[in-house]
């Protein structure tokens, strides 16, 4: 691990990322734009007394998943062409360690990551005055684990496409059942067992659960901690596996 | 630089192989590629790696940066097995097809590929001018000409000063004078030292080179000058010299033995 060629890798990505203007700007404006939506999507709804509103539940857990499925996807395209363009075949000839690339695509992203979340993040509070009990902060913590979760997915599936389009298909396989388990449809302890058994298993189940600690608890408990442990657990354990995806010599 | 010569072992000198090449075989998944081959690199020059396409040019190429497993026989570049980690440090590699990042400028793709070797903003300014795209430095590369992108590409290769470059087919695409003005700072570098080697299929370059591998069908012709070749094969046009000689192999026989002029001048096959 050399901290300069992971910075060096971080300021590569970015700069990449720089120049595509258009990039950018899906990735901060799409989320507050689709939590517009759900906002207006439930406005109508009449509750009885004291009743949190859907979009106090539904638009928080967006705010997490959000920052899983645009990484997901912006991180397995631009290692796929990484792959397929000879640049890091290139790379791995040089003294880079591979902790070095992943860290630094991790890193970059993450940071966008971070700034998507922040916005997201202010307009649910300050525009559509979003009701939870616990801090902002955590909600931002939470939507950046769940960024790096989403990078270390993406960086271990193009692994396995051979092109732009296959890359983009892993969505459906990797990023949608979690979506339809984390809870956010069906809280998990109705799910029949066999469904709740994935749950349990798959990362973003955690990052709902530790949001729905925010929204209950004024401050961090023990379960949000927990929680927390697992998805960045979960994580590095992913993007360790995506470090064996990185071969310096083919057979 | 002076961690560079001591830790690999090899004597600095004429006599000492950059690299060294012993009953080397290749698989590319279950197709066999390269079918033993023997040769010897000498430090300090420019070599040419020669043949028709499919001969196994690249393979023998990325064996020796390190990126493609050995399935027989060794390869010792600079003193040491291909793909040690030390040789990271001291190969260069410029793959066929520009592997420079588009959407970056040509500062940053030099700037970043310097990074992995410690290198600051005097290489990476070096590296630009060696090229000759100073005046683009700042340009996007996915806005440059495809000669250029070539250009961009072996300039990430120069920041990193290596002992040993491997360049394959660095002058495909690149017009008379770019190419004689590429061939020229291979020159040079080799003057300072660089061992270079260099693939090609266009057999006019052959005599730009100190040494040449002729390889054919995963298996080596011969390793020999260019002066060699001509009288070899009869012709002062390398072209028909190379094909006279693989007529000449295949009237041989099957078992192409790679062999050196003195050999073939002894028993006079070629006479």
Redesign the interface.
């Known amino acids: 691990m050399d901290f300069l060629m992971m910075l060096a890798t971080t300021r590569r990505v970015l700069s990449q990322l720089r120049h595509d203007h258009r990039s950018i700007a899906l990735i901060l404006v799409v989320p507050a734009m689709l939590l517009t939506a759900v906002y207006f999507l439930y406005e109508n709804e009449s509750l009885p007394p004291g009743v949190p509103r859907t979009f106090d539940r539904v638009g928080l857990m967006m705010l997490a998943i959000f920052p899983f499925v645009v990484m997901f996807l912006v991180t397995s395209i631009t290692m796929l062409r990484e792959r397929t363009s000879g640049t890091l075949e290139r790379l791995l000839t040089t003294p880079v360690h591979k902790a070095d690339l992943l860290f630094g695509y991790g890193v970059a992203f993450s940071l966008m990551a971070a700034l998507q979340s922040l916005v997201a993040t202010a307009v649910a509070y300050w525009i559509f005055g979003l009701d939870i009990v616990g801090a902002p902060a955590y909600v931002v913590l939470i939507a950046v684990i769940n960024a790096v979760l989403g990078v270390a997915l993406g960086l271990f599936c193009s692994a396995f496409a051979r092109t732009e389009f296959q890359a983009v298909q892993f969505m459906p396989v990797v990023v949608v059942p979690q979506i339809l388990l984390c809870g956010l449809f069906v809280a998990r302890d109705r799910m029949n067992d066999l469904l709740e058994a994935i749950s349990n298993v798959l990362p973003l189940t955690y990052s709902v659960d530790a949001l729905q600690e925010v929204a209950a608890h004024a401050e961090a408990t023990s379960r949000l901690w927990q929680d927390v442990a697992a998805m960045a657990g979960i994580s590095l354990g992913i993007l360790v596996l995506a470090a064996l995806t990185l071969r310096r010599r083919t057979a | 630089m002076s961690h560079l010569a001591a830790p690999l072992g090899t004597a600095r000198g004429q006599d000492a192989a950059a690299v060294a090449a012993s009953a080397l075989r290749v698989?590319l998944?279950r197709r066999p590629v390269l079918l033993g081959v023997d040769f010897s690199i000498p430090a300090g020059g420019i070599t040419g790696l020669l043949g028709p396409s499919g001969s196994g040019k690249t393979t023998l190429m990325r064996t020796i940066?390190?990126?493609?497993?050995i399935a027989g026989g060794t390869v010792e570049v600079l003193g040491l097995p291909a793909?040690t980690?030390a040789l990271?440090?001291q190969?260069g590699?410029v793959?066929q097809?520009p592997?420079?990042?588009p959407?970056?400028t040509v500062e940053?793709n030099v700037?970043?590929?310097g990074?992995?070797?410690?290198k600051g903003k005097t290489d990476v300014a070096e590296a630009i001018a060696a090229v000759g795209l100073e005046p683009l430095a700042r340009r996007?590369t996915a806005d440059l000409s495809g000669g250029q992108v070539n250009r961009v590409s072996l300039a990430?290769a120069l920041v990193?000063h290596p002992r040993l470059l491997v360049l394959d087919e660095p002058t495909v695409g690149l017009d008379p004078v770019l190419r004689a003005d590429l061939w020229e700072r291979f020159r040079a570098m080799a003057r300072a030292g660089t061992t270079l080697l260099v693939s090609s299929h266009v057999m006019e370059e052959a005599s730009r080179c100190d040494t040449l591998l002729l390889l054919r069908e995963g298996r080596l012709l011969a390793q020999l000058t260019p002066a060699e070749l001509s009288r070899r094969g009869h012709s002062s046009n390398l072209e028909q010299a190379f094909l006279a000689m693989i007529q000449a192999a295949d009237h041989a026989g099957t078992a192409v033995e790679p062999e050196t002029a003195e050999s073939a001048r002894r028993d006079g096959r070629l006479h």
């Open positions: 698989n998944g940066v390190g990126a493609q497993r793909g980690a990271r440090r190969v590699y793959t097809s592997s420079v990042y959407d970056l940053a700037r970043y590929f990074a992995m070797h410690r996007k990430c990193a």
